[in-house]
């Protein structure tokens, strides 16, 4: 057993919290989207992350993604999305380490 192996399970908590906290700061600006812009929302399709249609969700990702709400002049919202994106960006390399400690674990490499 690798001593490296003990970090799979902080790695896995650690990108489960990631997770977590991308998808409550996603509820977030949808909700923020919807109270403070409510026009821009009903232009959006009135995207509901988990209970709504997958391709207005999809779309309300991608508006996010490209940062196509600059024009509504909101700084909150703008730094919201940021941190979202910067988790975005912690996550992917935390989630090769993930699938590698796995593989470790699993004797595949």
Do not use: C, Q
């Not at 949808?30 to 209970?51: C, D, N, Q, T, V």
């Amino acid at each position: 057993m690798h001593e490296f192996e003990n970090l799979l399970p902080i790695a896995f908590i650690s990108l489960f919290s990631l997770g977590a906290l991308l998808i409550a700061l996603r509820v977030l600006i949808a909700k923020r989207i919807e109270r403070m812009h409510p026009y821009e929302w009903i232009k959006l399709g009135k995207p509901k992350l988990f209970s709504g249609d997958p391709d207005v969700n999809t779309r309300f990702v991608a508006y996010l993604n490209k940062k196509e709400f600059h024009h509504l002049n909101d700084k909150k919202l703008e730094n919201i999305n940021r941190l979202a994106g910067i988790i975005s960006w912690l996550a992917i390399p935390l989630f090769f380490v993930v699938v590698i400690l796995f593989l470790i674990r699993w004797g595949v490499i």
